[in-house]
């Protein structure tokens, strides 16, 4: 089963360097144009999260794989939605933010098993996390959706025109330091073997 779910894992990056190398996009228009990027971050979390929970049975691993990943997923989605919540526009708005910092919760169960761990570079990921999310939240949150009008950040009174391509990069790198905070929880067990809960003693 963890065999199987690694290959997920791999056919997903070579997947987007597929649709990368045939259409030039790095979204993917057969998975709802999803962003490749994350696409590759799941598909790495997931081969990381095999490798460091081999020694768990592939029931225990394939959970605790599938926890992280979304967890991941939406974490970075409820915040990213919770910062604006004027966005949440009605009672179905409402229930899918509830149900997606319901799932990120998640992460609690490999944590507290010890599966995951926080260390000094998960710190670090996430205090960058943090500050780029204030960043692009109190600069107006420019969004990619967004037309070129409405593309701008605050900095005081002026209001600056920003490229399409400020935007996606600001997106992706907040999004890349939450994923190498989860990368490195799990990488620190590769390691350090994972965890296996001791028989009970009679």
Known sequence: MSTGLAMIGLL????FGYTLLTTG????????????????????LIVTGVIAFKELN???????????????????ESIYKFLFFDWVTDPEDLRTLLLQFGTASAIFLPLGL??????KAVYVFLALY?????????TGYPQIFE???????????????VSLNSVFIW??????WLFLAF????????????????????
């Open 58 to 76: 592939d029931l225990q691993a394939f959970g605790t794989v599938v926890i992280i990943v979304l967890s991941f997923i939406f974490l970075f």
């Open 183 to 202: 990368l490195f929880s799990i990488s620190n067990k590769i390691q350090n073997r994972a965890y296996v809960p001791s028989e009970p003693q009679e």
């Open 130 to 138: 943090v500050l780029f999310m204030f960043i692009w939240w109190i």
């Open 171 to 176: 997106n992706r790198l907040t999004k890349i």
């Open 12 to 15: 997903g990056i070579l997947y």
């Open 147 to 161: 037309t070129e009008e409405n593309r701008v950040i605050f900095l005081g009174a002026d209001r600056i025109a």
């Open 25 to 44: 996009s790095v979204y993917i228009s057969s998975l709802n144009d999803l962003d490749g990027t994350t696409l590759v971050m799941i598909s790495v």
């Open 114 to 119: 010890s599966y995951v761990r926080f260390n």
